[in-house]
């Protein structure tokens, strides 16, 4: 429960207001939901240069941390410092790794003390145009939030930092070269503070941006042979309404969580796939039981965000506890409608869970459609955003 307190601390940090909380805490169902109200934002017509294709949208950006070059590069900089982690080994790097879209190839990921996290460490692709940060939470809407969690939280430890910041604090202030820094991003008289720790590092997620796949350049670009016929064909089965996939992976950001600057109304949006059914009522493994564990609501059971899957080639193992090995596994559960798990535990039969979304009803692919499929999902793999050298670690 320490984490809750950390939650609650987080949350009433940020000025996250009371009534959007309730709103929004009570959805999690499978129709679009707006949410109404959000804190007071910029769109920053500003001077920063977000290198994005021009038929992008910009993400959207909280009014009280402006983007700015210098910013950016002091997040980075936090983003892969291994001081802050209670072992001086650990960075938020540690678990998101560029090469893999900035998730970490593991089932689940072990902490700086090994403690290991119940979820599989996410792509940090465009987090900066998600509605709603993690897997299944729906109070997470805010990056800034977000990071304290593994910086700070103690259910698991990640990072481990909780009551060390005055250390961490005193670790920056004597670095010369974090001084400057932080003189620099913030016109601040004492400018090294966990809150600008925090915006730092938001704004250089702000930056994890990814159009430029083969599809990218297909679809937007005009590029008419940038992707094979295959992967046209698979487009077409993915946004078809018998695989349905794109009711839920939909849009910019292939999310239905997902907002930008010229979001008409910002959808937050949770969905069971049926992935489980222990117990014939659609029982989740009691350590990962969806936005259910914050609602407290029977109906929120399993139901987790949709990820993006750009650049999902590179991020496996798939789904809220990397359950999944390959994106032949995923298309086989959705197929199924719904995983069967014959033994063990987690026996059960999950096209028969009751919670699951009426969306996921199963389908049959021939061999060849199968491939079509794969070959459209592997053209969301964008070379230039897993080695541009920006995002990268500054100290190698
Ligand atoms: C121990 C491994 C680990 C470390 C260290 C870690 N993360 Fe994560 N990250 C995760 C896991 C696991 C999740 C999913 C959490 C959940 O759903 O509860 C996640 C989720 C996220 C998300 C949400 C992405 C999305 O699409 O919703 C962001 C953003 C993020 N991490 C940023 C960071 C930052 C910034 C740091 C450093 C301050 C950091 N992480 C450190 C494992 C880690
Ligand atoms: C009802 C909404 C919905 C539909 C329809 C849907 N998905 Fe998903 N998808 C999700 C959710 C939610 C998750 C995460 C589930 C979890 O972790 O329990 C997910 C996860 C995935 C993942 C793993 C992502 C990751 O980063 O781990 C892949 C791959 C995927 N979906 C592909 C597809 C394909 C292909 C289709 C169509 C055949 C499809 N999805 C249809 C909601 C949906």
Same mark, same amino acid.
């Given at each position: 429960?320490?984490?809750?307190?950390? &939650?609650?601390?987080? !949350?009433? %940090?940020?000025?996250?207001?009371? /009534?959007?909380?309730?709103?929004?805490?009570?959805?999690?169902?499978?129709?679009?939901?707006?949410?109404?109200?959000?804190?007071?934002?910029?769109?920053?017509?500003?001077?920063?240069?977000?290198?994005?294709?021009?038929?992008?949208?910009?993400?959207?950006?909280?009014?009280?941390?402006?983007?700015?070059?210098?910013?950016?590069?002091?997040?980075?900089?936090?983003?892969?410092?291994p001081r802050l982690s209670v072992t001086g080994d650990f960075s938020c790097a540690t678990c998101h790794l560029?090469?893999?879209?900035?998730?970490?190839?593991?089932?689940?990921?072990?902490?700086?003390t090994g403690e290991v996290h119940p979820r599989n460490s996410m792509s940090l692709t465009n987090v900066g145009y998600?509605?709603?940060?993690?897997?299944?939470?729906?109070?997470?809407?805010?990056?800034?939030?977000? &990071?304290?969690?593994? !910086?700070? %939280?103690?259910?698991?430890?990640? /990072?481990?930092?909780?009551?060390?910041?005055n250390e961490l604090l005193q670790t920056l202030q004597t670095d010369s070269d974090y001084q400057q820094r932080f003189q620099t991003a913030f016109d601040d008289v004492n400018p090294v503070t966990v809150r600008n720790i925090s915006l730092a590092i938001a704004a250089f997620e702000r930056t994890l941006n990814s159009f430029n796949s083969p599809y990218d350049r297909y679809r937007y670009g005009g590029e008419a042979t940038a992707?094979?016929?295959?992967?046209?064909?698979?487009?077409?089965?993915?946004?078809?309404?018998?695989?349905?996939?794109?009711?839920?992976?939909?849009?910019?950001?292939?999310?239905?969580s997902a907002?930008?600057?010229?979001s008409g109304f910002i959808e937050i949006a949770f969905h069971n796939t049926g992935l489980y059914n222990l117990d014939g009522n659609g029982a989740y493994p009691p350590d990962n039981i969806g936005v259910k564990e914050i609602t407290h609501e029977a109906a929120d059971m399993g139901k987790f965000r949709a990820p993006t899957l750009r650049n999902i080639e590179v991020t496996a193992p798939y789904?809220?506890?990397?359950?999944?090995?390959?994106?032949?596994?995923?298309?086989?559960?959705?197929?199924?409608?719904?995983?069967?798990?014959?033994?063990?535990?987690?026996?059960?039969?999950g096209s028969q869970n009751p919670l699951k979304s009426h969306f996921i009803q199963g389908f049959t692919l021939t061999d060849?459609?199968?491939?079509?499929?794969?070959?459209?999902l592997r053209s969301l793999t964008d070379e230039t955003f897993l080695t541009n050298p920006q995002l990268s670690s500054p100290f190698e």
């Open positions: 429960m320490r984490s809750r307190r950390w &939650l609650t601390w987080i !949350l009433l %940090g940020f000025c996250v207001c009371g /009534l959007a909380i309730g709103a929004e805490a009570a959805l999690g169902h499978d129709s679009p939901s707006g949410a109404g109200s959000f804190e007071p934002t910029t769109t920053q017509a500003d001077a920063f240069d977000w290198q994005l294709p021009s038929w992008v949208p910009r993400p959207v950006v909280p009014a009280d941390n402006p983007m700015t070059a210098a910013k950016v590069e002091l997040g980075r900089h936090l983003f892969y410092e560029q090469h893999l879209a900035f998730a970490d190839g593991k089932t689940l990921p072990a902490g700086a998600n509605s709603v940060q993690t897997w299944a939470n729906p109070l997470m809407q805010h990056l800034e939030q977000q &990071l304290l969690v593994p !910086l700070f %939280g103690e259910e698991p430890v990640e /990072l481990g930092m909780a009551g060390r910041e992707i094979s016929d295959s992967a046209k064909r698979g487009e077409v089965l993915f946004n078809s309404e018998r695989l349905e996939c794109f009711h839920c992976h939909s849009g910019l950001n292939f999310s239905d907002r930008h600057e010229r789904m809220h506890d990397g359950s999944v090995a390959t994106l032949e596994e995923a298309i086989a559960h959705y197929a199924a409608g719904g995983r069967t798990i014959e033994t063990g535990p987690d026996a059960g039969v060849a459609e199968k491939q079509d499929l794969l070959a459209f």
